[in-house]
């Protein structure tokens, strides 16, 4: 059965930076919509930034929502079968309970929508004070 495991969630302060991973086992993150997805309290999740590596097998496609554009960068490592997301520049609103989730293809259109995901994990806290 397929199992993604965040890791990496801490307390930092404003400004600083950090960087979650997603550990996938019973899965390969090859050729499938990887994403991280946020949900504050008393907020909607919401989509934070996904990665997807091509039919070609080489191309990487990455998407990311405008609130963290230019600050956060999503990246995998095949051979790990995990999936990165460096967070830099942290803001306090950017605290959340992060998730990762898989499946399917990344489109533009698309990846930000969490039901199009098949997996999930169960989330690893992040905490930014100022």
């Known amino acids: 059965q397929a199992q ?10 404003a400004g600083g930076s950090l960087r979650l ?6 899965y390969t993150i090859g050729g499938n919509c990887m994403a991280w997805f946020r949900q504050a ?12 590596r091509g039919a070609d097998g080489s191309t990487l496609y990455t998407y990311y929502s405008d609130s963290v ?5 999503v990246s995998l490592d095949n051979f790990e079968n995990t999936v990165y ?8 609103d950017d605290t959340a309970m992060y998730y990762c989730a898989a ?22 806290q992040v905490t930014v004070s100022s």
């Open 4 to 13: 993604l495991v965040e890791s990496g969630g801490r307390s930092v302060q």
């Open 85 to 92: 997301l460096e967070m830099n520049s942290v803001k306090a």
């Open 21 to 26: 991973s997603c550990a996938a086992s019973e």
């Open 103 to 124: 499946g399917g293809i990344c489109t533009t259109r698309q990846w930000r929508l969490g039901r199009k995901y098949n997996h999930w994990g169960q989330g690893t």
């Open 69 to 73: 554009k230019d600050r956060f960068t």
């Open 41 to 52: 309290a008393g907020q909607e999740r919401e989509g934070v930034a996904a990665i997807y």
